[in-house]
């Protein structure tokens, strides 16, 4: 019996929980984490002007982090722009054309595979952050006035 018994990554495991109890444990696994002070960062402002500031660990800062909206480069920053258009515009689509009586849901999916959009349909619940529409036909109508390639580009990440 012994350390020698573990696994790799049992042991690293091991080895970061001792030193997480030494009051030792470092963020440097952490893949999510808040700029260092004074680093150069990009937010969207109230009018969506894509604002620049540097990071200083202020409540605004903060404030900023907490909403995710604190973008390290103007690619970024005007990539979530972009998405967030294509997400309003979606739910304002299904919200015109849906019956108020809706009784299933229909909702868009990604075929990574074939890089072709599709629907599913859920009776009785729906995927977290899903728009849902009210019938097959509303989803190829939603897709086709917004655009497929903006949808797949921005909502799923592909292409």
């Not at 700029?35 to 200083?56: H, K, M």
């Not at 515009?89 to 054309?97: G, Q, V, W």
């Not at 629907?119 to 897709?143: E, H, N, T, W």
Request: aromatic share 12%; with cysteine; net charge negative.
């Amino acid at each position: 019996m012994g350390i020698k018994n573990l696994t790799e990554a049992e042991e690293k495991e091991f080895y970061r929980l001792v030193e997480k109890m030494n009051g030792e444990e470092t963020d440097k696994d952490v893949k999510v984490k808040k700029p260092e002070i004074g680093t150069r960062y990009f937010y969207l402002d109230s009018v969506g002007d894509i604002v620049n500031a540097v990071w200083d660990d202020t409540e605004y800062d903060n404030a900023r982090w907490d909403l995710g909206n604190v973008f390290l480069t103007e690619k970024e920053i005007v990539f979530a722009i972009e998405k967030r258009k294509v997400e309003v515009e979606l739910e304002r689509y299904a919200k015109e054309h849906n019956d108020p009586t809706l009784e299933a849901s229909y909702f868009i999916l990604y075929d990574e595979y074939n890089e072709e959009l599709d629907y599913d349909m859920l009776a009785d619940c729906r995927p977290q952050g899903a728009v849902v529409f009210a019938s097959k036909q509303l989803v190829f109508d939603a897709i086709e006035s917004i655009g497929r390639d903006r949808i797949i580009k921005y909502i799923f990440g592909g292409g």
